[in-house]
């Protein structure tokens, strides 16, 4: 199975900073087709997962700008601009590449 | 608006079976192919398995083959998990996910103990 690093396990920020997640997979996450399959996911403390960012830099519908997404092959990161209260909790990486789909074990945001 | 509820969670001895039912609305649920991932407590996801839209194809994640089977009812968007031959180790919460990840349900506590 591909293995999804994720760093720092945890983050403690101030609301209006900027932070970023490194999320490296142990194989390349570019499929057949030339797209990338990975995606960043927030669980809010007590709620669903939500996902933000699929296809390593494309926002869902509804995410604010403040976070984007960069990377390629097996290095990505996951930016948040100007932290909000409503950002808190633990992000994942996952991949859609490979058989079958992994997680990574989560970063979690906390307020300093 | 797309919702997805999770129902048929419980406490269930080792060995045990269970069926859990995801019934989705909002869009149209033949159209998708749709997941079941699983979170243990404290734990990050695992990946259980999918199913083809028209349902005539599913895959499995290695640890649950054998033991789990998806299936769905187009005509009442319904998704259903039949687990069998229970371990202590599926303990977890449940989700129902539409796609890759695009929307997941509120997920539905199984614990496996005698």
């Known amino acids: 199975d591909v293995v999804m690093t994720q760093t720092p396990p945890s983050l403690s920020v101030a609301i209006g900073q900027s932070v970023s997640i490194s999320c490296k997979s142990s194989q390349s996450l570019v499929y057949s087709d030339g797209k990338t399959y990975l995606h960043w996911l927030l669980q809010s403390p007590g709620r669903s997962p939500k996902r933000l960012i699929y296809?390593?830099?494309n926002l869902g519908s509804g995410v604010p700008d403040r976070f984007s997404g960069t990377g390629s092959q097996k290095d990505f990161t996951l930016k948040i601009s100007r932290v909000e209260a409503e950002d808190l909790g633990v992000y994942y990486c996952?991949?859609?590449?490979?058989?079958?789909?992994?997680f990574g074990a989560g970063t979690k945001l906390e307020l300093k | 608006e797309v919702q997805l509820v999770e129902s048929g969670g419980g406490l269930v001895q080792p060995g045990g079976s269970l069926k859990l039912s995801c019934v989705a609305s909002?869009?149209?649920?033949?159209?998708?192919?749709m997941n079941w991932v699983r979170q243990a407590p404290g734990k990050t996801m695992e990946w259980i398995g999918d199913?083809?839209?028209?349902?005539?194809?599913?895959n499995y994640a290695p640890s649950v083959k054998n033991r789990f089977t998806i299936s769905r009812d187009n005509a009442k968007s319904i998704l259903y998990l039949q687990m069998s031959n229970m371990r202590s180790d599926y303990t977890a919460t449940y989700y129902c996910v539409r796609g890759w990840f695009h929307y997941w349900g509120q997920g539905v506590m199984v614990t496996v103990s005698s």
């Open positions: 199913i083809k839209p028209d349902g005539s194809n599913t």
């Open positions: 296809q390593v830099s």
């Open positions: 909002g869009f149209t649920f033949r159209d998708y192919w």
């Open positions: 996952a991949q859609t590449t490979h058989f079958p789909p992994t």
